[in-house]
C-alpha cells in the first residue's frame, strides 16, 4: 500500500515572523475523512474554519511533523550565500526525513516554492536521506490538486498565525507581518530601531534594508 506525504509552506514572503513547514502524512482511509470535512488549501478558508480543520487533521493523519525557519536563520542562510528556496528546501527534506520510515512506499507532493519546479526537485532530492522508498512530486498549485498538501497547508497556516499570535502579544499589534500591509509599515518606522535585536524581523528583506541599511547584510536573491 503506497502512503502519502503532503507538503506545503506559510509565511515565505513576511518581514515579521518564521516561516512554517508542513507535512501530514495519509492513505485512502485518512483521505477518505479529509474529503468527508472538506479540506481545501488553506487561502481559501477562513479563519475560524482552519482551526477547526487543523485539530481534526492532527487526529487524523497517520502523522505529521511541522517545522520553523525563524527570521535569523533565514536571514543566516541568506548571508551564507543560500537563497530562500534553497533553505525551503532544506526544511523540506527534514520533514520528509522525519517522516519517511524506509519501509513502507511514499507518494511525496510537494507545493513547489520555485519558479524551476524540476531544478529544485533536484535541489531537494541532495537532502533527502533515503530515496529508495519514495517517488516526489513537486508541482505548483499542489495544495489545490492535491488533498495531503492542503492539509499540511491549513497546519503550515494556523502553526503560523498562533506564532504571528505570540509575538504581538509581546510586541504589539503589527498586522499580517508582511511588507506592502500599512500596519507593517507603520511599526517598523515606530519599533525597528528598537526591537531590531529581538529576533522578529527579516533582515535580509529590502523593506528593512530600505530603512536600516547595513552593507555588510547580503542582498535577498530568488525570492
Not at 536571514?75 to 519517511?100: C, H, Q, V
Not at 511525496?108 to 522508498?133: E, H, Q, R
Not at 512530486?137 to 498538501?149: G, L, P, R, T, W
Not at 500599512?182 to 530603512?211: C, D, M, N, Q, Y
Amino acid at each position: 500500500m503506497t502512503i502519502t506525504l503532503g507538503i506545503d509552506d506559510a509565511g515565505r514572503g513576511p518581514l515579521i515572523g518564521p516561516m512554517i513547514l508542513a507535512g501530514v502524512l495519509i492513505d485512502k482511509n485518512t483521505e477518505t475523512v479529509l474529503k468527508k470535512y472538506k479540506v481545501r488549501d488553506s487561502k481559501i478558508v477562513l479563519h475560524p474554519q482552519r482551526i477547526k480543520l487543523a485539530k481534526m487533521i492532527k487526529e487524523s493523519v497517520l502523522a505529521y511533523h511541522i517545522v520553523k525557519a525563524n527570521p535569523e536563520e533565514i536571514d543566516t542562510a541568506i548571508r551564507k550565500g543560500l537563497n530562500l528556496n534553497t533553505l525551503e528546501a532544506i526544511k523540506t527534506s527534514e520533514i520528509i526525513n522525519e517522516l519517511n520510515n524506509k519501509k513502507e512506499k511514499i507518494k511525496i507532493v510537494v507545493d513547489c516554492p520555485s519558479n524551476n519546479p524540476s531544478a529544485w526537485k533536484k535541489t531537494l532530492y541532495g537532502f533527502i536521506d533515503n530515496i529508495d522508498n519514495i517517488a516526489l512530486i513537486c508541482e505548483h498549485k499542489a495544495d489545490k490538486n492535491h488533498i495531503s498538501v492542503s492539509a499540511a497547508s491549513i497546519l503550515a497556516k494556523v502553526t503560523r498565525e498562533e506564532e504571528i499570535e505570540k509575538l504581538k502579544q509581546k510586541f504589539g499589534d503589527f498586522g499580517s507581518g508582511y511588507p506592502a500591509d500599512p500596519k507593517v509599515k507603520e511599526f517598523l518606522k515606530l519599533k525597528g530601531k528598537s526591537l531590531a535585536h529581538t529576533g522578529i524581523f527579516r533582515k535580509s528583506w529590502s523593506t528593512w534594508k530600505s530603512l536600516f541599511p547595513d552593507k555588510e547584510q547580503a542582498t535577498l536573491r530568488d525570492f
